[in-house]
């Protein structure tokens, strides 16, 4: 039987397999978009990836600037990610159905859940760099996405989109920018644009670690706001890191 492979969303993000480094803010030589699938044939195989396997993953969300850390508990099954916050009232359910992806928030394990409105999309969740629009990633699901053409990440091939919100995405950023893998077709990076076409916000990850002697999950999470006028330098940077994880989520 085939491994499910776990990828989070933050922003978040859905990303897995391999630490990648920062790279400058660069396009890819156009002449390579011809070289790139249509973006629908990627999705597909995106969404088959978001069918993940049955972890909990336990660790902490960290500030550098506001220094506050937070316990964590992620719990993953199918299209299905939970996300508990051990000493707030907050619990987090992103639902990653393909082409629809939702996200609602309880205040307890024994309360009701109810959608998070487009509004709060903006906003971060406790004092971190983290948005409650970062754990959407529902850019991936908008009509406006254009092949930048084929990128490199360390040994990695990648396939580099730029996805441009609707009238009624509600995202903070007026361009996604995102390196998708050749080979497993998860996410290498994900970049947050300016109307300038500057990064305000990006997502990589800095580590992984093996869950039941095969699955591979992030072990560390960076989500940085960055300086826009400025190629690669953070302003501000949060961490998710992983301490340890088991097969079984309770889900």
Known sequence: MTSRFHVLSLVLFTIAF???????????DPATKKDVPPITFVQARIYTRLD??????TG??????THKSYPIVLRTRGHEMVYEFKDQPLQLRVTLNPGVFTLERRTSSTGSWASVPSSDMTRTILDTDITYGDLSIDFVNW????????????TLDAYVFEAKPGPSDHSAFASVRF???KQYWAFLRIDGLNAKGQTVKRVEVQDVMTVADKYTVFKEMKIANMVPDKNDIAKSTTYIDISDGKKGSGL
């Open 179 to 181: 390196w998708v893998s």
């Open 60 to 65: 902490t969300v960290r500030c550098d600037k």
């Open 52 to 57: 993940l396997a049955d972890f909990t993953l």
């Open 18 to 28: 391999l630490a990648v480094p920062a790279l400058a803010d660069s396009l890819p």
């Open 143 to 154: 009509d406006d996405i254009q092949a930048l053409g084929t990128d490199t990440i360390k």
